[in-house]
């Protein structure tokens, strides 16, 4: 089966706790993308990552942090630094083909702070 | 930033009558794409459509952009219960790097 796996489905964090949200994809896709998305609004972009060993921040990078050593694995970390951290995690992927760049997304983790 | 708008933020409707979403968009893009999210869920691609294109179908989904106005709109017909969900338009990915999420239209069909 082709796609992409995000994990634990659901994560509690105590205050001043790290916490790594896991997203693997096995479609061979390039781009990577990590979003934020609380209740009743539209996704916004923590990082994203076109390549190996490359990222970029997104609009609020800040309190996250994130690593691409493998062209599947894109892990975002939530550091004790992000002060209001419970929300819905959403991972993409997506490849550009002849101008298309559909992405593809993982079926998220909540996150909740404790 | 926020790249989309899409208006209304919300909608709702009786199963049968069609639903109309807007999106607009800032910058210059190549292609604009429309996505549905259930409540929960992670997004589902619907539909693509490029920069030189001014219409697209697919099944009940009709989607239009005008790039003169910077805009798209996304048009369901004959609904049914089961397109109740969130609704978003997206710019940008691939190449153009990061990819934009408007913050969404909800849809409730009733039956």
């Known amino acids: 089966d082709g796609g992409i796996t995000q994990s634990p489905k659901y994560l509690f964090r105590k205050e001043g706790q790290n916490v790594t949200l896991s997203c693997e994809q096995n479609?061979?896709?390039?781009?990577m993308y990590w979003y934020r998305q609380d209740p009743g609004q539209g996704l916004r972009l923590i990082y994203y990552?076109?390549?190996?060993?490359?990222?970029q921040k997104g609009d609020i990078a800040e309190g996250y942090s994130v690593s691409r050593e493998k062209k599947e694995s894109f892990p975002l970390t939530v550091t004790s630094a992000q002060k209001n951290p419970t929300a819905f995690y959403l991972c993409?992927?997506?490849?550009?083909?002849?101008?298309?760049?559909?992405?593809?997304f993982g079926q998220g983790t909540r996150l909740t702070v404790v | 930033s926020q790249q989309g708008e899409e208006d209304p933020q919300a909608l709702s409707i009786q199963e049968g009558e069609n639903a109309t979403m807007n999106c607009s968009y800032k910058?210059?893009?190549?292609?604009l794409q429309w996505y549905r999210q259930n409540s929960g869920r992670g997004l589902v691609h619907l539909i693509l459509?490029?920069?030189?294109?001014r219409e697209k179908h697919s099944g009940r989904l009709r989607v239009t952009l005008d790039t003169s106005k910077k805009s798209s709109s996304l048009l369901i017909t004959a609904s049914r219960a089961a397109d109740t969900a969130s609704y978003f338009c997206?710019?940008?990915?691939?190449?153009?790097?990061?990819?934009?999420f408007g913050k969404g239209t909800k849809l409730s069909v009733k039956p």
């Open positions: 993409a992927s997506s490849i550009e083909l002849r101008g298309r760049a559909e992405a593809f």
């Open positions: 910058t210059s893009i190549n292609n």
């Open positions: 990552s076109q390549i190996v060993n490359d990222f």
């Open positions: 459509i490029r920069s030189n294109e």
């Open positions: 479609l061979n896709h390039d781009a």
């Open positions: 997206a710019t940008g990915g691939g190449s153009q790097g990061n990819l934009i």
